[in-house]
């Protein structure tokens, strides 16, 4: 009984009271990215996942799209934003994953 029943429905209350206890932070910092980069907050990339079938993540963009004179990004120490740093020094998201809250 709890490994059908009673174990999804707490992951699921568990999974409900994180995403609103994180949420009022996760609209702030989007809303600050969405600043800082132009109305841009999100980064989405294809990557492989279990037996390699394909999704598609979504990240926090904490770096521009600046290229160089031959059109190739530069490098990463060069594009990263003053907002994506110190988002990135906060480790903020890093505490999210370590808990499994996202």
């Keep these: 009984m709890y ?3 009673l174990k999804p429905v707490l992951d699921v209350l568990v999974a409900l009271l994180a995403l609103f206890v994180t949420l009022p932070v996760f609209m702030a910092v989007m809303i600050i990215l969405a600043i800082a ?4 907050p999100f980064f989405t990339q294809l990557r ?3 037996h390699g079938s394909i999704f598609k993540i979504i990240k926090f963009k904490t770096m521009n799209d600046k290229k160089d004179s ?4 530069l490098s990463d120490a060069e594009r990263i934003t003053k907002t994506g740093f110190s988002i990135r020094k906060t480790a903020f998201i890093k505490i999210l994953k370590l808990q499994n809250c996202i």
């Design 3 to 5: 490994r059908s029943f």
């Design 37 to 40: 980069n132009t109305g841009t």
């Design 48 to 50: 492989p996942g279990l």
């Design 70 to 73: 031959n059109g190739f990004l």
